[in-house]
């Protein structure tokens, strides 16, 4: 069951991926763009990341993406707009895809994931997410713990288990981001106000 | 999850960023090229999540893949402002037009 | 708990009972789940359309429809949708052809699938999560999308205005809409919606919306902003009949249009479900020697009707705040597409910020005080566990006890207010 929704979701978030490079239609990217994101969300949901798989389906395709459609309507010349790339540069392009991606999938090979985890697991104990005590898989129990380790604490790690010292949160990132955000607000706001069009005959 | 390993969604995740490279690298519409730079967010984004669950990331997989998505949202959002514009000065949103500070 | 509705209970029943294998028995689940969608899919739509036309009759001193199935036009809506699905389907040369047969899609499925978080009455839910509220948010956000495509792929200016209209809109709105709906999230220091159902227990001035004076503001800009995520009036820009022909969907006809019709009734009914469950008691009638005498009862048979009973309240209560929707979109003016943005991003935001930002204090400087009843809410009880255990542990441990204890506290808390179980 499970291998089959990972073959459906990959392969669909794969295939709408290579549709956005393929595709010259602005619109269609991004239609293309949300299939992609929208199945890679379902992945998350295969690996147990329902509150990432949930933050991803309402900020990414949601949020994000309707912005830059919002953003292909506002600046859209023609009904339809497509500028196409030269066929040149395409298969340059593709060719040096392709190198890449073998490239990064031969590494991803070459390592051997499960002697890593053995290792890993001899110097710092179980994952955090298997200990007992910690139902992380049960209910999808990710939320509770997302939010408390945002804020500083962390269940995942100190639950169930003594330490000298709490495990370190994210509370400084948290705050940071939320400043981030602020000055992406003013930024984007002052970025694109509304300013005099350069056009010749209205030029002073 | 029986029979997928790590490497299945380490394979996607290359995909998408693979993907995205090549979008920013031969599009020539601005909004295009943004889109580009969220396919290779989310395809970090797979490898991270696929890494909390297969790795020993925990939870702090899962963080960071919602800090990325939080940035790619800020991400947009400027360089769509940015893409707006350079639109209100050019009257296009094709990058190869951006060519003023060439030597 | 175990939801009723969920495929592993289904499948597990099926699996059981009738001994059939595994992928058949989720088979099986999957269209159980699929017909009962279907079911509240179509209904509340069926339902709507025949009030929406009664309703604005009335308003108008019209009848409203009188003809179809006797006296008061039962049958409108069916002989409605059986003249949609006769027309033929077709497509402006000027649209995109793709991308305006899938629009009506996303549409639909995204409106359909947001009810597969809904608890109808305790424990009668398909998919019972820790982010069930986040998770139906954001799928029904994705209604936006399959909007905004239809109106670019169209071809036509009326088509392209509204869909910039609806993306505008929308993008502001989630906003608030976000902010109000955690504010009952907090009190009950959860997002499944089941739990927050289940906490607003006995009274009804145990409901979250009389909990304080903030909530009950809250409630109403909540309502006010799942008028315009809906795009109801006074909010419908997206297909402002008298200035963009049909906006969005000038260029649909036949089935595809009915799509876009069937999902707004659908989400209507499921924005008003979720601020019944949210504010507004849940499947709780508000009188517990009601509630308790079915909850409390031995026999199973009880509880079961008890359930039903809840359901009957969800819905009534659901139903109310449909009608309610309708009544504002045949008694008020359509705004101006500036004045929306203007309510939303000058008073909705701030708003709902400075409701969120007093809930927030009402929860922390007069934990357990309500302003009508005596229980407080979950968030409270948690943080006063949480306190008293930090008081009894000592020194340099209660850091990392104060977790532990919160977690305890909230997972005992959870289990004792479904106590009927």
């Given at each position: 069951?499970?291998?089959?929704l990972?073959?459906?979701?990959?392969?669909?978030?794969?295939?709408?991926?290579?549709?956005?490079?393929?595709?010259?239609?602005?619109?269609?990217?991004?239609?293309?763009?949300?299939?992609?994101?929208?199945?890679?969300?379902?992945?998350?949901?295969?690996?147990?990341?329902?509150?990432?798989g949930?933050t991803?389906?309402?900020?990414?395709?949601?949020?994000?993406?309707?912005?830059?459609?919002?953003?292909?309507?506002?600046t859209?010349?023609?009904?339809?707009?497509t500028?196409?790339?030269?066929?040149?540069?395409?298969?340059?392009?593709?060719?040096?895809?392709?190198?890449?991606?073998?490239?990064?999938?031969?590494t991803?090979l070459?390592?051997?994931?499960?002697?890593?985890?053995?290792?890993?697991?001899?110097?710092?104990?179980?994952?955090s997410?298997?200990?007992?005590?910690?139902?992380?898989?049960?209910?999808?129990?990710?939320?509770?713990?997302?939010g408390?380790?945002l804020?500083?604490?962390?269940?995942?790690?100190?639950?169930?288990?003594?330490?000298?010292q709490?495990?370190?949160?994210?509370?400084l990132?948290?705050e940071i981001?939320?400043?981030?955000?602020?000055?992406?607000?003013?930024?984007?706001?002052?970025?694109?106000?509304?300013k005099r069009?350069?056009?010749?005959?209205?030029?002073? | 999850?029986?029979?997928?390993?790590?490497?299945?969604?380490?394979?996607?995740?290359?995909?998408?960023?693979?993907?995205?490279?090549?979008c920013?690298?031969?599009?020539?519409?601005?909004?295009?090229?943004?889109?580009g730079?969220?396919?290779?967010?989310?395809?970090?984004?797979?490898?991270f999540?696929?890494?909390?669950?297969?790795g020993?990331?925990?939870l702090?997989?899962?963080?960071a893949?919602?800090?990325?998505?939080?940035?790619?949202?800020?991400?947009?959002?400027?360089?769509?402002?940015?893409?707006l514009?350079?639109?209100n000065n050019?009257?296009?949103?094709?990058?190869?037009?951006?060519?003023?500070?060439?030597? | 708990?175990?939801?009723?509705?969920?495929a592993?209970t289904?499948?597990?029943?099926?699996?059981?009972?009738?001994?059939?294998?595994?992928?058949?028995?989720?088979?099986?689940?999957?269209?159980?789940?699929?017909?009962?969608?279907?079911?509240?899919?179509?209904?509340?739509?069926?339902?709507?359309?025949?009030?929406?036309?009664?309703?604005?009759?009335?308003?108008?001193?019209?009848?409203?429809?009188?003809?179809?199935?006797g006296r008061?036009?039962?049958?409108?809506?069916?002989?409605?949708?059986?003249?949609?699905?006769?027309?033929?389907?077709?497509?402006?040369?000027a649209?995109?052809?793709?991308l305006?047969r899938?629009a009506?899609?996303?549409?639909?499925?995204?409106?359909?699938?947001?009810?597969?978080?809904l608890?109808?009455?305790?424990?009668?839910?398909?998919?019972?999560?820790?982010?069930g509220l986040?998770?139906?948010?954001?799928?029904?956000?994705?209604?936006?999308?399959?909007?905004?495509?239809?109106?670019?792929?169209?071809?036509?200016k009326?088509?392209?205005?509204?869909?910039?209209?609806?993306?505008?809109?929308?993008?502001?709105?989630?906003?608030?809409?976000?902010?109000t709906?955690?504010?009952?999230?907090?009190?009950?220091?959860?997002?499944?919606?089941?739990?927050?159902?289940?906490?607003?227990?006995g009274?009804?001035?145990?409901?979250?919306?009389?909990?304080?004076?903030?909530?009950?503001?809250?409630?109403?800009?909540?309502?006010t902003?799942?008028?315009?995520?809906n795009?109801?009036?006074?909010?419908?820009?997206?297909?402002?009949?008298s200035?963009?022909?049909?906006?969005?969907?000038?260029?649909?006809?036949?089935?595809r249009?009915?799509?876009?019709?069937?999902?707004?009734?659908?989400?209507?009914?499921?924005?008003?479900?979720?601020?019944?469950?949210?504010?507004?008691?849940?499947?709780?009638?508000g009188?517990?020697?009601?509630?308790?005498?079915?909850?409390?009862?031995d026999?199973?048979?009880?509880?079961y009707?008890?359930?039903?009973?809840?359901?009957?309240?969800?819905?009534?209560?659901?139903?109310?705040?449909?009608?309610?929707?309708i009544?504002?979109?045949?008694s008020?003016?359509?705004?101006r597409?500036?004045?929306?943005?203007?309510?939303?991003?000058?008073?909705?935001?701030?708003?709902?910020?400075?409701?969120f930002?007093g809930?927030?204090?009402w929860?922390?400087f007069?934990?357990?005080r309500?302003?009508m009843?005596?229980?407080?809410?979950?968030?409270?009880?948690?943080?006063?566990?949480?306190?008293?255990?930090?008081?009894?542990s000592s020194?340099?441990?209660?850091?990392?006890?104060?977790?532990d204890?919160?977690?305890?506290?909230?997972?005992?808390?959870?289990?004792?207010?479904?106590?009927?179980?």
């Amino acid at each position: 069951m499970g291998t089959a929704l990972f073959t459906v979701f990959a392969t669909v978030a794969c295939g709408a991926a290579l549709a956005v490079v393929l595709s010259q239609n602005v619109v269609r990217m991004a239609f293309y763009l949300v299939i992609s994101l929208g199945s890679t969300a379902g992945l998350f949901f295969l690996l147990n990341a329902d509150f990432v798989g949930a933050t991803q389906l309402l900020i990414y395709v949601g949020g994000t993406v309707v912005l830059l459609v919002f953003g292909v309507m506002l600046t859209a010349s023609g009904p339809f707009l497509t500028i196409k790339s030269s066929p040149g540069d395409l298969v340059q392009a593709g060719v040096v895809g392709g190198l890449f991606l073998g490239l990064v999938a031969f590494t991803v090979l070459q390592v051997d994931w499960e002697a890593n985890a053995v290792k890993l697991e001899r110097r710092y104990g179980a994952t955090s997410l298997e200990r007992p005590g910690y139902n992380q898989h049960g209910e999808g129990h990710t939320t509770r713990s997302l939010g408390a380790a945002l804020l500083g604490a962390r269940f995942d790690k100190d639950l169930g288990r003594h330490r000298e010292q709490p495990s370190t949160g994210y509370l400084l990132p948290f705050e940071i981001v939320s400043i981030h955000l602020l000055v992406v607000l003013i930024g984007a706001a002052y970025l694109a106000r509304a300013k005099r069009r350069v056009s010749p005959s209205r030029d002073a | 999850m029986e029979g997928v390993g790590i490497n299945g969604y380490l394979g996607v995740g290359a995909v998408l960023f693979v993907c995205g490279v090549v979008c920013m690298a031969t599009k020539r519409n601005g909004i295009g090229v943004l889109m580009g730079v969220e396919l290779v967010l989310n395809g970090a984004n797979v490898n991270f999540v696929a890494f909390s669950r297969f790795g020993h990331l925990g939870l702090d997989g899962q963080v960071a893949a919602l800090f990325v998505i939080v940035m790619a949202a800020a991400e947009a959002a400027v360089a769509l402002a940015i893409v707006l514009s350079f639109y209100n000065n050019h009257l296009t949103v094709d990058v190869d037009r951006a060519d003023e500070l060439r030597g | 708990m175990m939801p009723l509705l969920a495929a592993e209970t289904i499948s597990g029943y099926l699996s059981k009972e009738w001994e059939l294998p595994e992928v058949w028995a989720l088979v099986a689940a999957a269209v159980v789940h699929v017909a009962l969608l279907g079911a509240f899919f179509g209904l509340p739509a069926l339902v709507g359309i025949w009030a929406e036309r009664k309703v604005a009759g009335r308003i108008q001193d019209r009848l409203g429809p009188t003809r179809v199935g006797g006296r008061f036009g039962w049958l409108q809506s069916v002989a409605d949708g059986l003249k949609l699905i006769q027309k033929e389907d077709l497509w402006p040369t000027a649209a995109d052809a793709m991308l305006f047969r899938v629009a009506p899609y996303i549409v639909v499925i995204s409106s359909f699938s947001a009810f597969l978080f809904l608890p109808f009455s305790d424990t009668w839910v398909a998919i019972s999560l820790d982010v069930g509220l986040f998770l139906a948010l954001a799928i029904l956000s994705l209604e936006v999308l399959g909007i905004i495509l239809a109106g670019y792929s169209s071809g036509s200016k009326w088509s392209l205005f509204g869909g910039m209209r609806e993306a505008a809109q929308m993008v502001s709105y989630e906003v608030p809409l976000g902010i109000t709906a955690v504010i009952p999230v907090m009190i009950a220091g959860s997002m499944n919606l089941n739990e927050i159902g289940s906490m607003q227990s006995g009274w009804f001035w145990n409901w979250f919306v009389f909990r304080d004076p903030f909530t009950l503001l809250a409630f109403f800009v909540f309502f006010t902003v799942t008028l315009a995520s809906n795009k109801r009036a006074p909010f419908d820009l997206a297909e402002a009949e008298s200035e963009l022909v049909g906006g969005f969907h000038t260029e649909y006809s036949g089935m595809r249009w009915s799509f876009f019709f069937l999902a707004e009734y659908a989400s209507m009914y499921f924005v008003s479900a979720l601020a019944v469950l949210l504010f507004l008691g849940g499947w709780w009638t508000g009188l517990p020697f009601i509630d308790d005498f079915f909850r409390t009862s031995d026999s199973v048979a009880m509880q079961y009707l008890g359930r039903v009973l809840g359901f009957a309240v969800l819905m009534i209560k659901a139903s109310k705040l449909v009608f309610l929707q309708i009544w504002i979109r045949w008694s008020l003016p359509r705004l101006r597409i500036d004045q929306v943005m203007t309510t939303c991003l000058k008073y909705l935001v701030p708003i709902s910020c400075f409701l969120f930002l007093g809930a927030t204090a009402w929860s922390l400087f007069l934990p357990g005080r309500v302003l009508m009843g005596t229980q407080p809410g979950l968030g409270g009880r948690v943080a006063d566990a949480a306190l008293v255990e930090l008081n009894e542990s000592s020194g340099s441990e209660a850091a990392f006890v104060a977790p532990d204890a919160v977690d305890v506290a909230a997972s005992s808390l959870t289990f004792s207010s479904k106590g009927g179980e």
